[in-house]
């Protein structure tokens, strides 16, 4: 008896037990309750703790430089900064839940479109003070031409740019020599390339629609803004059914029909496609920056080839301007605008230390010589970023809308489509159209 | 006489009355009782429901506001009555992925059963290292489903992935596994059989072993065949089990996001979206919040549905 629990003895009543119980049962609501409050740094904490949220851009390494730099500010009035990583899985999950309880960052990195999305929502603080700042310390000036443009909205800048995940093509110069073909430059060469490249066993239009990959949807895009299309119009409206984007996909149909497009490429995730890279099965195609470092082959086999020239004579290519963003929920809104600027104004570090995956936004950065004694990188930075573009091509004013363009399922469905050649170029791009304009925002 | 005195002693019996007790003051006692226990039950029941009613009443609630608005995540937007409903129910990608939900269910259910019922049985049998082949076969269940679709997916999505190679090398030609719409559809259902196959396995087991053996030893007695006794005697006294597991890989297949989206994200072409799978991306990558939630109310009015006329299947089972 000596086990005999407490409960059932004669001192704990009935009466006693259901008030233990009740009290054991709303701990856990009022815990919930509780979770907006200061203590738990509810939006950006308490005395000027700036909280900011980082994603992984690219390895943990990353990730601990990134804490650093954060955790490495102190403004004039003592406020601090707390890092964190959020994962990409469910991000905007992530971000529009915390927003929503107010334990939401102050700042932070994020989607492409995300400031646009949470601008809409009425989140989002302009940043037009921060870059007032910017210009008064002359690192506004730093900035690459072009860079801050996509940002501006008529209430003013809703992010400011950090790095471009910028999509260049990229070539394997030995398969290049056993095929015995030219580079292309423009698009019947690609074609012709390509064929050659089939005979020695590797794919001339290497890319991938696999789960969570969206370099078919990319190259898709880029292929018509390559063409002077694109998905919306100058006025930014939709506009898909443009000649210029149907013979786009008639082109890259006709790569398909030639299988110089890998067959199992509609179902490669960006590991998948990273290891066709590596083991040689890809001559050419579209990827990102620092390709050599992300498949794991820095023998100098694998280079950044010239932008194509369209048949109409155009030259773009496509990128996503990453951006930094504060929200209206902060501690102190001049400490936030103070740590932006903070930060920009550190990120040469993480090209210093070779982290990132991406093109900086400043001259500075492209000058250091950890990023310009790869060739690569001063070959994209000479070669494609002046002629890059944005999602919102032919348009130049950045929106909502696009986050559910890139990686919605309209995209995702029409590039699958046409990479594995399941549809003309017309009906594809009709149901693109159809799809995107369900979904769109009027 | 005797009989009625016999029934009589039983239900005084059953009702807890001792011989020649009174006959009905006890009764009286014992619904007093009753009416006491049912108060202190009650009052110790109230916390945990008024928790399970905040806890699924609450985000039922908010859900049921979101499928009838055109709000996101963050604004509820305005009221727009079933109209989310009636675009789901329009909608050609809707039937797609509800008609690949039911192929992925019955694949699913009853592929993972039946093999979990061969396994079972075999298992029953005396068999060299019976235990460890028993912890190998759970292996597929208890990996997280992050790394058995990775491994999946590298046995299988390139033409140079080892299961295509073995095609090829057999002369069959270079299947494209995750590729081909038909092909990658048979996948994720191959996928689905071998990470439930365990769980039904163990569902099983457990039943088997609650079946006495002297049951097979008289039903041999009395010729039946093996068979008959698999049909007549083991299928219906694991019965109850069946039904039970049934009900649950039944909400497991429907609500199955992780096996099909980290293995082929739907595609191709939508090929293998379901419609846990399509509720997903029309909240969070087509950001229409309003019928991404009216999707997942419909797939819930749905499971009930089935998970009733199971329930009634377990009832009518156990009283048999």
Redesign the interface.
């Known amino acids: 008896m000596s086990a005999k629990s407490s409960i059932a003895s004669p001192a704990f009543s009935?009466r006693g037990?259901?008030g233990f119980?009740?009290a054991?049962?709303?701990a856990?609501?009022l815990a919930a309750c509780g979770g907006g409050s200061a203590s738990q740094g509810g939006g950006g904490g308490a005395s000027g703790t700036v909280k900011f949220w980082d994603m992984p851009w690219a390895t943990p390494a990353y990730n601990d430089a990134a804490k650093g730099i954060a955790e490495g500010f102190s403004g004039a009035s003592g406020s601090k900064a707390t890092y964190q990583t959020i994962q990409w899985n469910?991000f905007?999950?992530t971000f529009?839940?915390a927003?929503?309880s107010k334990t939401g960052p102050a700042v932070s990195t994020g989607g492409g479109f995300q400031a646009f999305?949470?601008e809409q929502?009425g989140?989002i603080a302009y940043a037009d003070k921060a870059i007032e700042k910017l210009k008064a310390s002359g690192q506004f000036n730093d900035f690459l031409p072009g860079v801050l443009d996509p940002f501006k909205s008529d209430k003013g800048y809703v992010a400011v740019p950090w790095q471009l995940d910028m999509r260049v093509f990229w070539y394997r110069k030995s398969l290049f020599e056993k095929a015995n073909v030219a580079l292309p430059t423009d698009w019947p060469s690609l074609l012709e390339a390509g064929k050659a490249l089939k005979k020695v066993g590797a794919f001339g239009f290497t890319t991938g629609?696999?789960?969570?990959?969206n370099y078919a949807n990319h190259s898709m895009i880029m292929m018509m803004v390559n063409n002077g299309g694109g998905v919306f119009n100058k006025d930014g409206e939709l506009d898909l059914l443009n000649d210029r984007n149907v013979e786009a996909m008639e082109f890259v149909l006709e790569l398909v029909s030639n299988g110089i497009v890998?067959?199992?490429?509609?179902?490669?995730?960006t590991d998948?496609m990273s290891?066709?890279w590596k083991?040689g099965?890809a001559g050419f195609g579209l990827f990102q920056v620092n390709v050599p470092e992300r498949v794991g082959d820095t023998s100098g086999d694998l280079l950044v080839a010239d932008p194509l020239t369209g048949p109409h004579g155009d030259k773009a290519t496509i990128v996503f301007p990453n951006n930094i963003m504060m929200y209206t929920n902060t501690p102190s809104q001049d400490a936030s605008e103070e740590f932006l600027v903070y930060y920009l104004g550190q990120l040469k570090q993480l090209w210093q230390k070779k982290l990132m995956s991406a093109l900086p936004v400043f001259k500075s950065i492209t000058e250091l010589p950890e990023f310009a004694g790869d060739p690569n990188n001063v070959k994209i930075v000479k070669d494609w970023q002046p002629i890059a573009k944005t999602f919102a091509s032919q348009g130049n004013s950045l929106n909502a809308n696009l986050?559910?363009l890139d990686?919605?399922?309209?995209l995702?469905?029409f590039s699958?489509?046409i990479i594995?050649g399941?549809s003309d170029a017309k009906t594809a791009l009709q149901a693109f159209q159809s799809g995107l304009e369900s979904?769109l925002k009027k | 006489m005797a009989l009625t005195t016999t029934q009589s002693g039983l239900s005084r019996a059953r009702r807890g009355v001792a011989p020649g007790g009174p006959g009905t003051a006890p009764v009286k006692r014992r619904s007093k009782l009753s009416a006491q226990t049912s108060r202190?039950f009650f009052?110790?029941l109230?916390?945990?429901v008024?928790?399970l009613v905040?806890i699924h009443g609450y985000p039922l609630i908010h859900a049921a506001v979101q499928a009838t608005h055109d709000g996101?995540?963050?604004?509820t937007g305005n009221f727009v009555g079933g109209e989310n409903f009636s675009t789901v129910l329009t909608s050609p990608?809707f039937w797609k992925a509800a008609q690949f939900t039911l192929w992925f269910t019955i694949v699913g259910v009853f592929g993972s059963w039946l093999v979990g019922l061969g396994l079972a049985l075999l298992l029953r049998t005396k068999i060299p290292a019976g235990g460890t082949f028993k912890v190998l076969l759970l292996l597929p269940w208890v990996v997280p489903i992050v790394v058995s679709s990775t491994a999946w997916?590298w046995l299988v999505?390139?033409?140079?992935s080892l299961i295509p190679s073995l095609f090829r090398n057999l002369g069959l030609g270079t299947p494209?596994f995750?590729?081909d719409p038909t092909l990658?559809s048979i996948t994720v259902m191959v996928f689905k059989v071998w990470v439930s196959f365990p769980f039904m396995m163990m569902m099983i087991s457990a039943a088997l072993a609650s079946v006495d053996s002297t049951v097979y030893e008289a039903a041999s007695m009395d010729g039946a065949t093996r068979w008959q006794q698999f049909s007549q005697i083991t299928l219906p006294l694991i019965a109850r089990s069946t039904y039970i597991s049934w009900i649950l890989m039944t909400i497991f297949c429907v609500n199955d996001f992780p096996t099909i989206?980290?293995?082929?994200?739907?595609?191709?072409?939508?090929a293998t979206t379901s419609l846990v799978v399509l509720a997903y991306?029309?909240v969070?990558?087509?950001?229409?919040t309003g019928p991404g939630v009216a999707i997942a109310f419909l797939m819930t009015m749905t499971l009930v549905v089935i998970s009733v006329i199971l329930y009634r299947q377990i009832r009518k089972s156990s009283v048999e």
Request: net charge neutral.
């Open positions: 009935r037990f259901l119980a009740a054991a049962a709303s856990p609501l469910n905007y999950q529009s839940s927003i929503a999305q949470f929502q989140q629609a696999g789960a969570g990959n890998d067959p199992a490429a509609v179902s490669y995730t998948n290891a066709q083991d099965k986050a559910a990686g919605g399922q309209a995702n469905q699958q489509t594995t399941k979904v | 202190t009052w110790l109230l916390p945990s008024v928790l905040l996101n995540l963050l604004q990608a997916n999505a390139t033409p140079d494209l995750l590729a990658a989206y980290l293995l082929t994200g739907g595609g191709p072409v939508s991306r029309t969070f990558q087509d950001f229409a």
